[in-house]
């Protein structure tokens, strides 16, 4: 029997035809997100199980001595069957966990699925820490984070050097026309030190890494078949985080956040213009892998290039996640994820 | 002229009626025995299948608890977290149904025989949750609130669900049974000791043990369907050859005027292929009649021998009724090959005259003499040197068609020598006579042969093993009466309460372990009179249970010193201590190691072990009121309480039931031999004619005829009777010393069951009187002028 298929059935995000992942699914009892969020940390570091999905997403720009540059993906996911949460295994909180490692010759991925209830997997806000299995995030302002897979594995230190990043209008991010939104937080000042271990062997590495905080109930429209997410780190210390939700119509929904090097944020919408340049043959299908990317306001027109065009993410729901490179108005590198590429 | 030919052709067959019925029933009956024997096989490797894919023994290693007994879940969450890839799974059973719960989300296999493109997951892993399982099962989990869903390709007797639900319905909460490895782990785990040193990998079992036990079953019963067909096609062969000579002056008459002889061929080969369609259709339909008789006992059979469970109900799968179409066409193709190149060699002008076959005599007989010889050389070869299931066939093969092959030879020189010692002219006549008529009867005497050999033989071998069986109750289930207790509260209030009521209280724990990589049951025993007085060993030193009192002994079980070549005096590793064997005991049935230590030594080795479990030495007559006062006092259950003889007759039952799938086809096998031997003389009977006519002329009459016909096939059915008994007994050694032990790693006893054989004598006579008395009486009333007319000018 397949597993992925089993998977395929069981993730409710995947349950619907409709949009990537069927993201654009209705919410359901469970709670929806509503405009000027109030946070209270660190208990919303945890998890928010009246909600339907939530994430917990680190993606990392490495380098070696050598200069070779190297990417580093570590993600839980969180989906919930109920809006509720108990302890044993009739806990309706299931985990999915992504770790990837991406050289420009090669790309590792891995992935983990449990149950919530047993301790098998989960998030503790205080003091923080978020596991599946033996993949660990430890602390968020400082923390360690490791994973590993048949045939990679990584043990990197994290060390915020700025304030959390709050996306959309005050961490509300809306994305669709409709309305639709989720509470979206980041932490993009993560200064990274650590080791990962190839096939190889073991190397060090020193870099940036980039956490998404994410989560809501139906954070797309029906309408919407995937998205295009930039993380952008210019050379300046200016960073920039934009996606690009696409229509079935055809048009697009765009949104983009200025983050200025001390922190401050500007969020834009409908500004953000990214543009497919060339496309790679990626798991047989046409992934743009080369992209136009700009913000008139900010002065920003960058040619976006993958480091690893192959960076896909063979996992139950698949997608292309992966490092590039950046160049144009402003040089920086950063991090690109497209879902939705049938 | 082609529908010319094909009218004079059918014609014969509306003629001949009883001929027509021969030719379809014989193929029919051998295509349903073949069928029906494939038909069961085929159920039960779909069972087995099933039952691999749900547990996934046979391709992933398990981690299991040292002492065997449940794993906390926090130690699966621990080896998670550590990084090892484990899925658990809690096992048990529920009123008579083994629940398998699994977690689907991190099982290898995921939910294993269940579709899941049909699973509604989220139902499934939350709420009241669901049980996959076959109709038979859900039906006996009724009062459960969880959702029930038909799933055919599950295991019979089992069902599949969430292990949380499992882990509630068997009151397992917060345990797991054991753990699934997935063959691909992560890079920098430690080891597992580190992690849970409780627990212990025991490595996938590749072709595992249960397999190679059942596959000897179902090498059995292809055995036994392959010499049903052998007989079947005998029976065709002579119905075949009997059309083909009645016709041979339609095919003269035909061929004269103008009709190639290829086409005549091509229009007899329709014939026939129609013929072989139709009876190989009513022959896969009455094949699934008898494997849906068979099957519940088939079940029952490798339910009770080897702890496999089958489906006791009916597929239609194709690869069978297939198969059995395939063997039907392709039997009547063996069976006419010999008419149609008869046929093909005909002279065009020879006379339509039918012949009579000759004396076996010159080449024919010396190569079928020596390929005779050959064989038997060869299983006599086999029969000192057989190693090996292969090896244990290849020895009744050979001995079988060795034989079958040598019996005509034997039956001719017999009579030759009755011949030279006749005195009277009409005795001189008969054996002559007799003799003449052996090459038309060899292949009815074969099959018949092959039928009583194979009765002699299989019947010894059970009737063996159930004296064995029997014995080794007695000695294996000594205590009157056995209990078994909940919990460890309830273990120690039994013991109180009985301990002044009985003779002895007799522990029955046990541990598992591996020997010599044969995982083996380590059981610890409280060293008595019921141990010292009853149990009888195949080898031991001298006094050995004083020998494993103090503590320096170990008595193991034939399978384990079979398997890993253990003998008396040599050292048995477990848990880091040696022990020397004591003494080896015959364990009929069990398909693992055994090793008995003394109680105190176990429970050094084992300190986790507490027995629930306990055998009472009481005396007989005290037992009812016992179980009756354990129920009231200390609140054991019913279903808790076990007497010996409820356990001995269970068993022996089971044992019984186990050897019905053999009685019936021994009956249905000895039945179609005597169809062989009717068909075979009604074959002659028309043939025969010249050859009798001359004697009626000379003054015989036609009932003394008659009454010779029976006697000559009575007298042959025993010649062939005395070559079978010989026959059958070497089969009942082949299979109980070389087969057997092959098979199951012990070797039984051969008894000898005299009167069974009598009374098996009796049945082949009489299956042979009764096929000659027809073609007799047949012969008593021929017409006058059909004698006549053998002397007239036509012949």
């Known amino acids: 029997m397949n597993g992925k298929v089993l998977i395929l059935c069981l993730l409710p995000f995947t349950a619907q035809a409709q949009g990537f992942a069927g993201l654009g699914a209705e919410a359901g009892d469970f709670a929806v997100p509503q405009p000027d969020p109030q946070f209270d940390f660190p208990t919303d570091h945890g998890a928010h199980p009246d909600y339907r999905i939530e994430w917990w997403y680190v993606t990392a720009n490495l380098e070696a001595a050598d200069g070779t540059p190297y990417g580093l993906q570590w993600t839980l996911f969180r989906s919930a069957l109920a809006p509720e ?107 990274v030190t650590g080791t990962l271990t190839l096939p190889e062997g073991e190397i060090e590495v020193t870099g940036n890494a980039w956490l998404d905080r994410e989560w809501s109930s139906q954070p797309l429209a029906e309408t919407q078949t995937g998205w295009d997410w930039f993380s952008l780190s210019f050379d300046d210390g200016a960073k920039m985080m934009g996606f690009r939700l696409r229509q079935t119509d055809g048009a697009d929904f765009t949104s983009a956040t200025w983050i200025a090097p001390d922190g401050t944020a500007t969020p834009f919408n409908d500004a953000l213009a990214a543009t497919p340049l060339e496309t790679s043959d990626v798991a047989g299908r046409a992934v743009p892998t080369a992209w136009q990317v700009q913000l008139p306001e900010r002065g920003v027109d960058v040619t976006v290039q993958a480091i690893n065009p192959q960076a896909w993410m063979d996992t139950s729901v698949p997608y292309w996640e992966g490092p590039v490179t950046v160049t144009g108005s402003h040089d920086g590198r950063g991090y690109l994820e497209m879902t939705g590429y049938e | 002229m082609t529908r010319a030919t094909l009218q004079a052709l059918l014609s014969h067959w509306i003629r001949n009626p009883l001929q027509l019925f021969t030719l379809l029933a014989g193929l029919a009956l051998a295509t349903a025995l073949w069928s029906g024997v494939q038909a069961i096989n085929a159920e039960a490797a779909a069972s087995y299948d099933a039952a691999a894919a749900t547990l996934g023994e046979g391709t992933y290693d398990q981690i299991v608890a040292r002492d065997g007994g449940s794993i906390p879940q926090e130690t699966y969450v621990a080896l998670r977290r550590a990084g090892w890839l484990v899925s658990p799974v809690v096992e048990g059973r529920l009123s008579g149904v083994r629940i398998v719960g699994l977690d689907p989300l991190t099982a290898p296999g995921g939910l294993g025989p269940v579709d899941p493109v049909d699973t509604d997951i989220a139902a499934f892993l939350s709420g009241a949750g669901q049980i996959f399982g076959q109709a038979e099962v859900l039906a006996g989990l009724a009062e459960l609130d969880a959702q029930r869903i038909e799933a055919p390709d599950v295991a019979p007797g089992t069902a599949i669900t969430d292990i949380g639900l499992a882990q509630g319905l068997l009151g397992l909460d917060g345990q797991v049974t054991r753990m699934i490895v997935s063959p691909e782990q992560p890079l920098g785990r430690p080891d597992l000791a580190q992690v849970a040193p409780d627990v212990t990998v025991q490595a996938a079992q590749a072709g595992s043990d249960l397999g190679r036990l059942t596959d000897s079953f179902h090498l059995n019963l292809t055995a036994f369907g392959l010499l049903s067909f052998a007989v079947g096609i005998f029976i065709v062969n002579g119905a075949i050859g009997l059309a083909f000579e009645q016709r041979r002056p339609v095919v003269r008459t035909l061929r004269a005027l103008g009709l190639p002889l290829r086409r005549l061929m091509a229009l007899m080969a329709l014939e026939l292929t129609a013929m072989a369609l139709i009876a190989g259709t009513l022959g896969v339909a009455l094949g699934y009649v008898i494997a849906s008789l068979l099957l519940p006992d088939v079940a029952a059979t490798l339910g009770g021998l080897y702890g496999q469970s089958v489906s006791g109900t009916l597929q239609l799968r194709p690869a069978w009724w297939l198969s059995g179409l395939a063997v039907a066409l392709l039997g009547t193709g063996l069976a006419a090959a010999a008419a149609f190149w008869r046929l093909a060699r005909m002279p065009l002008l020879a006379s339509g005259q039918r012949r009579a076959l000759t004396v076996v005599a010159g080449r024919a007989a010396w190569v079928q003499g020596a390929v005779a010889l050959v064989l038997l050389a060869v299983a006599g070869l086999l029969a000192l040197t057989a190693n090996g299931l292969v090896a244990g066939f290849a020895l009744l093969g050979t001995l079988l068609i060795g034989a079958a092959l040598a019996l005509p030879l034997i039956l001719d020189r017999v009579l030759a020598l009755a011949e030279g010692a006749a005195r009277s002219l009409r005795a001189q006549w008969f054996w002559a006579d007799t003799r003449q008529q052996l090459p038309g009867l060899s292949l009815a005497l074969a099959a018949l042969l092959l039928a009583m050999a194979a009765n002699v033989g299989v019947s010894t071998m059970v009737s063996s093993f159930r004296l064995t069986f029997s014995g080794f109750l007695d000695q294996r289930l000594a205590s009157e009466l056995y209990v078994t207790a909940e919990d460890e509260a309830q273990a120690e209030a039994l013991v109180a309460f009985a301990a002044p009521r009985t003779r002895a209280i007799l522990p029955i724990q046990s541990a598992e372990a591996q020997v010599r990589d044969l995982p083996t049951e380590v059981l610890g025993a409280r060293i008595g009179p019921t141990y010292v007085d009853n149990w009888t060993f195949l080898a031991s030193v001298p006094d050995p249970w004083a020998r494993i009192a103090e503590g320096s002994g170990v008595a193991i079980n034939e399978q384990l010193s079979r398997r890993t070549g253990l003998d008396l005096g040599d050292a048995v590793q477990l848990q880091g201590r040696s022990f020397t064997v004591a003494g080896i005991y015959g364990d009929y049935g069990n398909p693992i190691g055994q090793a008995i230590l003394t109680e105190p030594v176990f429970a050094g080795l084992y300190p986790q072990v507490t027995p629930l479990q306990f055998g009472l030495r009481l005396d007989l007559e005290d037992v009812a009121a016992l179980r009756a006062a354990l129920t009231r006092e200390v609140g054991i259950s019913e279903g808790n309480l076990i007497d010996q003889a409820g356990i001995k007759q269970f068993s022996l039952d ?142």
């Open chain 2, 654 to 795: 089971v044992f019984d039931r186990t050897f019905m799938v053999t009685t019936a086809l021994n009956v249905l096998t000895l039945a179609v031999a005597g169809f062989a031997i009717l068909m075979s003389l009604l074959t002659l009977a028309a043939l025969r004619l010249p050859q009798l006519a001359p004697a009626w002329a000379m003054g015989m009459t036609r009932r003394s005829l008659g009454v010779v016909e029976l006697v000559r096939a009575v007298m042959l059915a025993v010649f062939t009777a005395v070559v079978a008994l010989p026959l059958g007994l070497a089969l009942a050694w082949a299979l109980l010393a070389v087969v057997n032990v092959a098979a199951f790693g012990w070797k039984l006893p051969m008894f000898l069951f005299p009167a069974d054989y009598a009374r098996l004598g009796l049945f082949a006579l009489g299956a042979a009187a009764l096929a000659a008395l027809w073609p007799a009486w047949r012969l008593a009333r021929t017409p006058p002028a059909d004698l006549l007319k053998v002397f007239s000018n036509e012949r």
């Open chain 1, 85 to 191: 949460t108990q302890a044993g295994w009739n806990d309706p909180q299931l985990w999915m966990g992504h770790a990837a490692v991406t050289t420009p010759e090669a790309h590792f991925v891995t992935e983990r699925i449990a149950r919530g209830g047993i301790g098998q997997a989960g998030v503790v806000a205080d003091p923080f820490e978020a596991w599946i299995d033996d993949w660990r995030m430890s602390g968020i302002d400082t923390g360690q984070l490791t994973a590993s897979g048949p045939d990679f594995a990584y043990d990197v230190t994290l060390e915020a050097t700025g304030p959390l990043i709050f996306q959309g209008e005050d961490g509300y991010s809306v994305k669709s026309a409709a309305g639709q939104a989720s509470y979206y937080y980041s932490q993009p000042f993560y200064e």
